[in-house]
């Protein structure tokens, strides 16, 4: 899987080398419509070579992108935190739970529910003699 990875990206370098190399001429860039900058002052616009627009339109579009994404999501991001804060709020009520009812606070339950002592080993002499 690696391997197709960084073949993936060795292809989408060169294809990007190609475009860069195959659209190099110099472009006016204009922030404005045509006459609606002399308007504001100032020279609005600028020469860059053409693989520049290209690859900073695209690298806008997945920002675009990424931000809308991220912005649509934000209500499950919200769910889970909320989700996660309930599920630490009942395994805290849980614990605390299972502490409180741990032992018994009687000493009289306490010794009904403790384990049967184990039978000890029969002694000759100590038994009564069998029924006739």
Do not use: C
């Amino acid at each position: 899987m690696r391997y197709l990875r960084l073949l993936f990206v060795v292809a989408l370098a060169l294809v990007l080398v190609a475009v860069a190399l195959a659209n190099r001429g110099a472009v006016t860039l204009s922030l404005f419509p045509a006459n609606f900058g002399q308007y504001l002052g100032g020279d609005w616009s600028l020469q860059l070579p053409l693989f520049l627009v290209i690859l900073g339109a695209f690298a806008l579009g997945m920002l675009a992108g990424l931000v809308w994404e991220w912005l649509r999501e934000a209500h499950i991001r919200r769910e889970a935190r909320q989700r996660q804060a309930q599920v630490d709020r009942l395994e805290a009520e849980l614990g605390h739970l299972r502490q409180r009812h741990a032992a018994p606070k009687d000493d009289v339950l306490a010794i009904l529910d403790a384990p049967a002592p184990a039978p000890a080993a029969a002694t000759p002499g100590a038994q009564l003699p069998a029924p006739r």
